[in-house]
Each structure stands twice: as C-alpha cells, then as structure tokens.
C-alpha cells in the first residue's frame, strides 16, 4: 500500500539525536540518598538509550521551581509530558485567542536539558473550555483544525510527537461522546490527524488511550481503528498506551503480544503515562508488586523493537496526580515525596540492563503468581484453584524457598481439611499443600492454602507451569466462594495480586489481606 507507507516513517526518526546525545554523556549526577541510588551508572534515559529507547517523564508548570524536583527532571530523563500546559482550556481559552507561554517554559527546559517533548494533547474530550462545547456542529470542525493548526505550528521543531487525539474510546470498545464525535462522527479522528501531519510533517503522530495496554475489547477498538486509518493513507505513527496500572488489579493481559500487534502493523508504540498505584498505606507485598509491574513494562517494551521508550506520569510522588483523582490511593511513582528512589525504580534499572554491582548475592529475582478458577460452582464442597508462578526475575529461583498462599473462608462445617495436587508440570510429588488458619482472620480469609515445593528451580523468564490443587473439609460441606479474598472468575491465566508469594519468609508478590 503505497499511500501508507509515506506515513510510516523509521522508528529512528524522532530518537537518532536524543539517543545519540545520551549516549555520548560522560557524566550526569543523579540523586542519592536512598537505598536505590547505591551503585548505579548512568541515569535512567542512558540505560534506555543503550537499549535503543528513550526513558521520560511527565512534568507541569508548578513543579519547575522547586529546584531539587527540577535537578532530577533534568538530569534522569530524556524526554518530558507537559501534563497540562499544552491542552486545548490552556493554550486556546477563547475562540481564536491562543497562549503558548506556559508550554513555552515546557519546551524551554527540554531545550536547556538536551531533552524531547511530547506534545499532549491537541484533542480531547476533557479539558476544553467552555466555548468549545458550546459551538454549533457545523463549526467543530473548523475550530478543531484552526486549533490544531494554530499549536502544532507554534511548536513545530520544539515537539516531536504528539497525542494528536487522546482517549476516544469507551471501556467497551465504542467511540466516546465528544463535541467532535457528535459533529464528525469517527471521521474527526482522520481529520485530526491530516491537520496535525499539515502543520507539522516532521513530528510523529500517535492516538493515545489507557486501558488498551493488554489484549481485550478496547485495544482490539483501537486496533481496528488504526488498522482502517492506515488503509486510508491517514498520517498515523504511533499508539501510545497510557499504562495507569495499580497493584490491586491484575497486570495488562498479554501486554506484550498486544504491543506486537500494532507493531506489525509498522507502527511505533510508546508508553506514555505509566504509573502503578495502590491503596494505602504502602507496605511491603504491595511494593514488590509495583516494583514488579513497573519491571514488566520494562520488560514487554524492550522485547517489542517498535517500542520507542516510556515515560512515567510524573516521577515522584511527591507531584502525583493520583492522590486527588482516586482518593485512598497513591505511591504511584519511581520516587517517594522526599525525591528518593523506591525499590520500582532499581526495577526498572535492572530490567534496563543496569550492570551496577547489586550487592551481595546478586539480583534476587522477582516472582508471580498466576491464577485461574478450575471450579464452575462458587458454592459446592470443593475449592480448586488452579495456579502458576513465573519468575520476572534475573536469576534462579530455589523453589523450596517459595510458600504461595491462597486465602479463603470456611463457612460452617468441619475444621480439618484434605488437601490435594491432581496435576502438575512439575509433577504432583513435588508440591507440598496444607490448610492453615493465620493468627489474625480478615473478612474473605480465615484460612489459606499453602503451597510449596520439595525440590526443583525456577530460571529467569521460566514458568512453573500449571498447578491443579483442589481442597475440601474433611466433612464434605459446601464452601461459599463469592467473597473469598483470592478467589475470582477468570478462567484464562491471569496475574493475581491477591494470591500472594513469599520468598525465604518474604513478601515477593501480592497483597495480603
């Protein structure tokens, strides 16, 4: 299709200089204090960078002055988000009146830091000012092409991507309601997108959107929607996925095949807003599944090769948009509030392919659990979880060091319990299972099944394959499974956070309850 390949441009099209110029770096000082900081070379962006990927992060307005926030910005990354200054309520407040200067501070530091900019957003649902929505349809989309034209052109060579359009999906899949849905239809994705390439033939144009980064009914939306913008010769370079990830929920089903996908459809991806958050307080099961995630978006762009690199939704907590958007929650990012690097940030180091000496004994490794309900009835006699571990780790894991627990609720009926393994990659003789009651009962978990092993070791990247384990009390009464703590729905294989992993007596996945 000639028409489109015009408009899929080299992946090195927009990274050759910023990597080129991280990698030529003798020495950029980076933070210290924490734990983290110990024994690293080179900052986030280098290690990318080596890797043929950029590392950035999102920044605003008000975080710029505070000088210790601006250092680490500056010296860490290589690329940076305005997260508002370029939206639509900010740099065209009244019809055909526009207002780069916050956006212009934006651009001005990645300049005086040897940093990209990518531009977010010229078109959104959220975020417009009023007049916008107030327009007739017969003029939305005049005003959204004069928009676009109007900021692409001011920072055309300053920006080399854009999020040309931002969130036009529904959870399931259907376009979203907007002014320019309403007045164009889907079509004013198309027309976006023509306008941004006008202004700017060099910047690369990408759709951006959360929840699409694993396989499920909104990727595959998007999916189809790029597909038929290519066909069509639509300027279109790139999909990023936003990444707003949190411990609670599984981690993105099959992220890394869903990337390939759009891949081989000779698109760039990009992970543009990653963060992992929880409900707090933090404790020690919830950091290690973060630190674990943030790994495994690490690791799922660097074996996509169309992956250009991620940035992180601001770095520190101290500047987190989550506290305020999802109350109870936050320690979503790579740096605590003090601006020291959490245990997520070595993660991300390591799955970089940091080389700094870690410390006695090595990379620990890091395990999952995955899990899937072999038991069609929430209410018979029997419990069967089927379960799986995977060791996102560096190094080889002793599985007679790894207890996995399972938490469930009795009901009524007898307090003893059989315990059985029907089926086992590993083999049944290997996997030891017994039911135990904690000293402290919560609400779905006054009892878990534990698992562990005799023998045998986990490789890096290596499953354990499938675990068959089944569970009855020894009277035979029914259980009631709908409100126990581990127990879900899924029949795939799906990471569980609330199964959760111990390792030599430590937390190594999954958040108690």
Known sequence: MSSVKCCRPSRTSGLSALLAGALGLALIVAPTGGPAAAAQQGTLHELAAAQGRYFGSATDNPELPDAAYAAVLGSEFGQITPGNSMKWDTTEPAQGRFDFAKGDVITDFA???????????LVWHSQLPGWVGALPSGQVEAAMTGHITEVATHYRGEVTAWDVV????????????????????????????????AADPDAELYLNDYNIEGLGAKSDAMYALVSELLD??????????????????????????????????????????????????????????????YRQVVEACLAVERCVGITVWDYTDKYSWVPSTFPGQ??????????????AHAAVRTALGDDGDPGEGGDPGVLKAQYRNNDSSAGDNQI??????????????????VKVRYWFTSGSGASTYSTWCDWSQLGCSRVTHRVTAPGNPKTGADHYLEVGFSGGSLAPGASTGEIQLRLNKTDWSNFDESDDYSHDTVAPYADAPKVTVYLDGEPAWGIEP
């Open 111 to 121: 300049a005086q830091h040897g940093q990209t900019v990518r531009g977010h957003t």
């Open 330 to 343: 936050g320690a979503a990012n790579l740096y605590d509030e003090n601006l020291l690097p959490k245990p």
């Open 232 to 293: 069509e010769g639509v300027p279109l370079h790139g999909v990023g996925m936003q990444a707003h990830l949190a411990v609670q929920y599984g981690f993105p089903y099959q992220m890394q095949a869903n990337m390939q996908r759009f891949a081989d459809l000779g698109l760039d991806v990009a992970v543009t807003e990653l963060d992992v958050r929880m409900q707090l307080p933090a404790d020690a099961a919830k950091t290690v599944t973060q630190s674990a995630y």
């Open 384 to 401: 069967k979880p089927g379960l799986q571990l995977v060791n996102t780790g560096g190094t080889t894991i002793s599985l007679p060091d």
């Open 166 to 197: 931002n969130e036009p999906f529904n959870e399931d899949g259907t376009f979203r309601t907007s002014p320019f849905h309403t007045a164009m239809g889907s079509d004013y994705i198309a027309t976006a997108l023509r306008a941004a390439h």
